[in-house]
Structure formats: C-alpha cells, structure tokens
C-alpha cells in the first residue's frame, strides 16, 4: 500500500500562486507515475499533470506554461507549482501515485486538496 499526504491547498485571487506538496510512504517502490488530477464540481476527475520516476513530466493543456510538476526523489514528494491562477482552476486537487506497466495501472489516491481562485 502507499499512503499519500497533500498539503498547499487554499484561497487565492486570480493571478496569484500556490504550490501544493504531496508526499508519498509506504510500499513506493513500486510507483513509476506521480501527477496531479483536478475535480471541479459537477465535473469529472481530469489530469493536470503528471512526472515518471525518470522525470518526464506531462501537462494538460489548460495548464501548459503556468503549472510546473517536479519531484524530489530523496523525500518521497510530489510538487506542483501553479503560476497565474484562473478562476476556472478551483477544483479539488488529488494527488495520483501509480504503477504503469503495458498492460496494467495500480494506482493510489490522496485525500485531496482545495483550490480556490477568486476573480
């Protein structure tokens, strides 16, 4: 099992910055993919961002050139800078720990996170 602990959630006006951690315990030697995925209400889960162990990192448009997802490997941490905050980016913001093979996904959650950017 791998456990997951967010934190950096909160209250932001638009154009403004948050950076939310998430550090990971437990059975993660098995995990390859770390990202973040968002929830917005009445909407489904999206991704937002995504790095591999080997730190190749994945983006959502919507966020390509403001968010930064970076990863330190000694601590077990998952970043995930956001620059330029839009009201539309208020959602729940779920940390994903993952084991990718070509044909299988173990995947683990946090508990989550809320952002919320006022205009």
């Known amino acids: 099992q791998v456990q997951l602990v967010e934190s950096g959630g909160g209250l932001v006006q638009a154009g403004g910055s948050l950076r939310l951690s998430c550090a990971a315990s437990g059975s993660i030697f098995s995990i390859n993919h770390m990202g973040w995925y968002r929830q917005a209400p009445g909407k489904q889960r999206e991704l937002v961002a995504t790095?591999?162990?080997?730190?190749?990192?994945n983006y959502a448009d919507s966020v390509k050139g403001r968010f930064t997802i970076s990863r330190d490997g000694a601590k077990n941490t998952v970043y995930l800078q956001m620059n330029s905050l839009k009201p539309e980016d208020t959602a729940v913001y779920y940390c994903?720990?993952?084991?990718?093979?070509?044909?299988?996904?173990?995947?683990?959650w946090g508990q989550g996170t809320q952002v919320t950017v006022s205009s």
């Open positions: 994903n720990a993952a084991h990718l093979t070509a044909w299988t996904s173990t995947d683990y």
């Open positions: 790095i591999t162990s080997g730190g190749s990192a």
